[in-house]
């Protein structure tokens, strides 16, 4: 007489049903949820997006991954978590992030490693981050199905804690601590993200805020010319830089 052996010895059943543990799974991941993201991506662009802001002087015989193929990696492990590029030398392997990344599970060439993807950050100029930046602000249009007549812009600028020696890190009495202070401004009706902007850790002063607004304001206004904006900040962006900028602009301000 066989005697049935369980796959894993000492498990019992619950509820009358056997409990199985298995190791024949094959390849697994612990991030299906990258797939959805592929999804949204799928129907946003963004990496054919950024990726056209900036020139790729490679080899095209010599080039395995494309900038949009690395940008497209780079978004989708920050979004699961995994903030740094060192993460992607065992990412890279992971069969659900070949998959987001249009790469077939087991067969499909695996992803780029930290080093290609260290080379990629640092490739664009002062010049193409601001493309991209302006890119986004497309973007942001273009999500709408029809033109504003009138958006209300928050902007505001936020303590963002570093550790170490990192490139714009300083020191910030106000948060006493080592920071970056990213500048972020969003639409005030529907909470979209219009411009996130890395900076030093230290308060913009007025030339700074008009400059980056003077940018925003007239990106908004080649998509949707006849829209009126209002600004809404805090008292450190109610400069005479600001406001001026602002009434040149024919934009209100809080």
């Given at each position: 007489m066989n005697e049935t052996i369980p796959y894993l010895p000492g498990l019992s059943p619950v509820a009358g049903k056997d409990i199985r543990a298995r190791f024949d799974g094959g390849r697994l991941s612990s991030d299906g949820g990258v797939l959805l993201l592929r999804e949204i991506e799928n129907g946003l662009a963004i990496a054919e997006l950024l990726s056209s802001c900036v020139t790729d002087a490679r080899d095209p015989a010599s080039t395995t991954h494309t900038h949009a193929d690395m940008i497209r990696t780079r978004m989708f492990a920050i979004a699961c978590g995994y903030e740094d590029c060192d993460d992607l030398d065992v990412l890279r392997f992971?069969?659900?992030?070949?998959?987001?990344?249009?790469?077939?599970?087991?067969?499909?060439?695996?992803?780029?490693?930290?080093?290609?993807?260290?080379?990629?950050?640092?490739?664009?100029?002062?010049?193409?981050?601001?493309?991209?930046?302006?890119?986004?602000?497309?973007?942001?249009?273009?999500?709408?199905?029809?033109?504003?007549?009138?958006?209300?812009?928050?902007?505001?600028?936020?303590?963002?804690a570093v550790h170490g020696g990192q490139q714009l890190a300083l020191f910030n009495a106000h948060y006493d601590n080592?920071?970056?202070?990213?500048?972020?401004?969003?639409?005030?009706?529907?909470?979209?993200?219009?411009?996130?902007?890395?900076r030093p850790g230290k308060r913009p002063s007025g030339k700074e805020a008009a400059g980056i607004l003077r940018h925003v304001v007239g990106r908004i206004r080649r998509n949707w010319p006849g829209v009126e904006i209002t600004v809404r900040g805090d008292g450190h962006y109610g400069t005479p830089e600001v406001m001026k900028l602002l009434e040149d602009q024919g934009c209100g301000y809080i």
């Open positions: 992971d069969p659900a992030f070949k998959l987001a990344c249009g790469r077939l599970a087991e067969t499909g060439g695996d992803l780029m490693s930290q080093p290609t993807l260290s080379r990629l950050e640092n490739t664009p100029s002062w010049r193409q981050l601001g493309r991209m930046g302006l890119s986004m602000i497309d973007l942001f249009c273009d999500s709408f199905k029809t033109v504003r007549e009138r958006i209300v812009l928050d902007i505001d600028d936020t303590n963002d080592y920071c970056f202070q990213p500048i972020h401004i969003f639409e005030a009706a529907t909470g979209k993200p219009v411009l996130s902007l890395l």
